[in-house]
């Protein structure tokens, strides 16, 4: 009996799915549960499992192609097995023409493409190559891109500036370019659609003396460095957020409409820049693990986000979110509400700044947070008060520990 393949909803949020890779090509035989392709949802790269015994038929949906959740992409039938009632009738569906290529194949065809595209058309290319390729002065249409389609990608950008590639084609380019919109780039545009506009945003900020959170972090990295290991002052500052919700449950809240939420555990959103956007990987019970614990869980996480291997339960499901763009000389900014949280913080850059002390003008270093609060679940006086538990700690991170 023939078995359709759908596009699932491999994530919480999902709505379409965009096909990476086929691991099985038509008249390849399929078993229950095996891998049958790779599916870029709007978090990450997801295997999806044939859901039927047989062989595959046909693929509707070819790599790099996007499908609603619930289309039918492709068909599990019996050899000879009539199929042509379940051939997709819908104005958004369209029968590939060809099996999946072989890489090789995609390869040749890709560097044809890209060939042709320079002489005017459109280079695709992420963002994030763009940007690296802009800062060196690299010209894109002179590269082959591996990533999904063509697609230039950060590695095709520094195998050229290695040499690896023909650096530049000089070539007039075009006026503009229209690209496509990534699956995640989809969500983070519908998320704050739902977030700025039904959320009364405010914002509320507090300058942090960092002398002895920087003379701890070199303590605690001393301690470490026979394990390898080391933390980050972003690593301090995920551990006294979660360790302040403890004192602040009125924060670690979410609005549900009807009612309230308040939670008794404390799992931390940490905002990671991706290639497409922003994804924010969930540090469960944080509030119960060691400062090098919560170090660890995001190295590992942040790596496989970036490679879109996250599962569905390690960015879901988070009470309260941090964003960190200090790394990136941003002294001060405003971060926008996660629904249903009620709350999120953005840390600036730590600086080097005057400060008046004892009457006397001296030089400390200092950070920005800014706290964004759903004035729905946060009153000012609540947010201030956590904020200033949250201060406190950092400024002498023993308190943590209490």
């Given at each position: 009996?023939?078995?359709?393949?759908?596009?699932?909803?491999?994530?919480?949020?999902?709505?379409?799915?965009?096909?990476?890779?086929?691991?099985?090509?038509?008249?390849?035989?399929?078993?229950?549960?095996?891998?049958?392709?790779?599916?870029?949802?709007?978090?990450?790269?997801?295997?999806?499992?044939?859901?039927?015994?047989?062989?595959?038929?046909?693929?509707f949906r070819g790599e790099s192609e996007t499908a609603p959740v619930g289309d039918v992409i492709a068909v599990i039938a019996d050899e000879g097995e009539d199929i042509s009632a379940l051939t997709p009738d819908t104005g958004g569906s369209?029968?590939?023409?060809?099996?999946?290529?072989?890489?090789?194949?995609?390869?040749?065809?890709?560097?044809?493409?890209?060939?042709?595209?320079?002489?005017?058309?459109?280079?695709?290319?992420?963002?994030?190559?763009?940007?690296?390729?802009?800062?060196?002065?690299?010209?894109?249409?002179?590269?082959?891109?591996?990533?999904?389609?063509?697609?230039?990608?950060?590695?095709?950008?520094?195998?050229?500036?290695?040499?690896?590639?023909?650096?530049?084609?000089?070539?007039?380019?075009?006026?503009?370019?229209?690209?496509?919109?990534?699956?995640?780039?989809?969500t983070i545009s519908r998320r704050l659609s739902e977030s700025l506009g039904p959320v009364p945003h405010f914002f509320l900020t507090v300058g942090v003396d960092m002398v002895r959170a920087i003379e701890a972090r070199a303590r605690i990295n001393t301690l470490l460095k026979e394990r390898g290991e080391k933390i980050s002052l972003n690593d301090l500052v995920v551990r006294?957020?979660?360790?302040?919700?403890?004192?602040?449950?009125?924060?670690?809240?979410?609005?549900?409409?009807?009612?309230?939420?308040?939670?008794?555990?404390?799992?931390?959103?940490?905002?990671?820049?991706?290639?497409d956007g922003l994804i924010t990987p969930v540090i469960r019970?944080?509030?119960?693990?060691?400062?090098?614990?919560?170090?660890?869980?995001?190295?590992?996480?942040?790596?496989?986000?970036?490679?879109?291997?996250?599962?569905?339960?390690?960015?879901?499901?988070a009470t309260f979110s941090i964003s960190n763009l200090g790394m990136f000389g941003i002294h001060e900014f405003t971060a926008v509400v996660n629904p249903p949280e009620a709350g999120i913080v953005a840390v600036g850059q730590v600086e080097e700044v005057p400060v008046a002390m004892d009457g006397q003008v001296v030089v400390r270093p200092r950070m920005k947070v800014t706290m964004g609060c759903d004035h729905r679940v946060v009153d000012g006086a609540t947010g201030a008060r956590f904020l200033q538990t949250l201060k406190a700690m950092l400024e002498e991170p023993a308190t943590i520990l209490l």
């Open positions: 009996m023939a078995t359709k393949v759908h596009m699932e909803a491999l994530s919480p949020t999902m709505e379409e799915g965009q096909v990476v890779k086929w691991h099985k090509t038509e008249g390849d035989q399929v078993s229950m549960g095996k891998v049958l392709a790779e599916i870029e949802t709007d978090k990450a790269v997801m295997e999806l499992v044939a859901r039927g015994e047989g062989v595959l038929r046909k693929i369209r029968a590939a023409s060809e099996t999946p290529k072989s890489k090789s194949d995609h390869n040749i065809e890709t560097q044809v493409r890209v060939t042709q595209e320079a002489g005017g058309g459109r280079v695709k290319a992420s963002p994030l190559a763009r940007r690296l390729a802009q800062e060196a002065g690299l010209e894109l249409a002179g590269l082959r891109g591996s990533g999904p389609g063509g697609r230039i990608v950060k590695r095709d950008v520094e195998e050229a500036l290695r040499g690896g590639q023909a650096a530049a084609i000089e070539v007039a380019g075009p006026d503009f370019e229209d690209l496509k919109v990534s699956q995640m780039r989809k006294a957020v979660a360790a302040a919700l403890r004192q602040h449950q009125e924060v670690n809240a979410a609005w549900h409409g009807d009612h309230i939420r308040r939670y008794a555990r404390v799992h931390i959103g940490v905002a990671v820049a991706v290639e019970d944080a509030h119960t693990k060691g400062v090098a614990q919560v170090a660890r869980e995001i190295r590992e996480l942040a790596g496989r986000a970036r490679e879109k291997r996250l599962k569905p339960e390690e960015y879901t499901g």
